[in-house]
């Protein structure tokens, strides 16, 4: 009598896979597979999150402005040596998260600071960018306008009537 399965146990084991399955399977390529998907994983979670810039840009959109001014600040020494698309970039973010804080004197310091790497290196922000740039600083104009200048008058706090009783 003939056995119609293999004699080998390996050659058996795929026999019945493809048997009850319907498939075979090739280790190899899934292998291959595999690692391809975890090496762009990792390219896309590296381009993605972009450093402490992308946190930085990421934290500022979901509103936690002291985190981004803190995370900045720990980072400025890394200013003279990032490119000038991040140091655009740097200054920008910085300078958003302080106009949220309320510090618009050293707002306006990064702002400008943006402003200027855009002029020397134009296309240095998105145009997005750029329009939060344009926007955050017409802002810090109208907030300067507003601000009382240091020659107003003091006025008494207690009010002062002719009729004394």
């Given at each position: 009598?003939?056995?119609?399965?293999?004699?080998?146990?390996?050659?058996?084991?795929?026999?019945?896979?493809?048997?009850?399955?319907?498939?075979s399977?090739d280790?190899?390529?899934?292998?291959?597979?595999?690692?391809?998907?975890?090496?762009?994983?990792?390219?896309?979670?590296?381009?993605?999150?972009?450093?402490?810039?992308?946190?930085?840009?990421?934290?500022?959109?979901?509103?936690?402005?002291?985190?981004?001014?803190?995370?900045?600040?720990?980072?400025?020494?890394?200013?003279?040596?990032?490119?000038?698309?991040?140091?655009?970039?740097?200054?920008?973010?910085?300078?958003?998260?302080?106009?949220?804080?309320?510090?618009?004197?050293?707002?306006?310091?990064?702002?400008?600071?943006?402003?200027?790497?855009?002029?020397?290196?134009?296309g240095?922000?998105?145009?997005?960018?750029?329009?939060?740039?344009?926007?955050?600083?017409?802002?810090?104009?109208?907030?300067?306008?507003?601000?009382?200048?240091?020659?107003?008058?003091?006025?008494?706090?207690?009010?002062?009537?002719?009729?004394?009783?």
């Amino acid at each position: 009598m003939v056995s119609q399965f293999p004699q080998n146990h390996f050659r058996a084991r795929f026999f019945f896979k493809r048997f009850f399955t319907g498939r075979s399977y090739d280790i190899p390529l899934i292998m291959r597979r595999i690692g391809a998907l975890l090496a762009w994983s990792f390219c896309l979670f590296v381009l993605g999150c972009g450093g402490y810039l992308g946190t930085a840009q990421l934290a500022y959109q979901d509103g936690r402005y002291l985190e981004v001014a803190e995370n900045l600040g720990d980072h400025e020494a890394d200013l003279p040596r990032l490119p000038p698309e991040k140091q655009a970039i740097y200054g920008l973010y910085r300078g958003l998260s302080l106009i949220m804080l309320g510090d618009h004197d050293a707002a306006s310091h990064w702002l400008d600071f943006a402003a200027d790497v855009e002029k020397t290196r134009p296309g240095s922000l998105l145009p997005a960018q750029r329009r939060e740039l344009e926007d955050a600083r017409d802002k810090l104009a109208k907030t300067a306008d507003m601000e009382p200048t240091s020659e107003a008058i003091a006025l008494p706090t207690h009010p002062t009537s002719d009729a004394q009783p």
